[in-house]
């Protein structure tokens, strides 16, 4: 499923990374790393990953999803510290 989640999350998100893991196939913990989230804030970076990843959060095949969502050049700098 982590495969199929980070598939369905590159064909909406033009993502530089995203990093999905799991320990149980439901509660997925999701990093993404991508320019598409300049200038959007976290409600709005929030409703592009729920919105590629569609029914699949609605219908229970994820059940639990948490979250970090930077642009590469947060990302730069939260690697640096």
């Known amino acids: 499923m982590q495969e199929q989640i980070k598939k ?6 033009a993502a530089s990374e995203i990093i999905v893991n799991s320990t149980d196939n439901v509660h997925f ?3 993404i790393i991508s320019n598409d ?3 959007k804030k976290p409600i709005e ?7 590629a990843l569609g029914d699949n959060i ?3 095949t994820i059940h639990a999803l948490s979250l970090k ?4 050049q ?3 700098k939260l690697c640096a510290n």
């Open 58 to 60: 609605s219908n229970g």
């Open 8 to 13: 369905m999350l590159l064909t909406s998100i």
């Open 74 to 76: 947060e990302w730069l």
């Open 69 to 72: 969502t930077h642009t590469e």
């Open 45 to 51: 970076r929030q409703r592009l990953v729920y919105t």
């Open 37 to 39: 989230f300049i200038e």
């Open 29 to 31: 913990q999701v990093t």
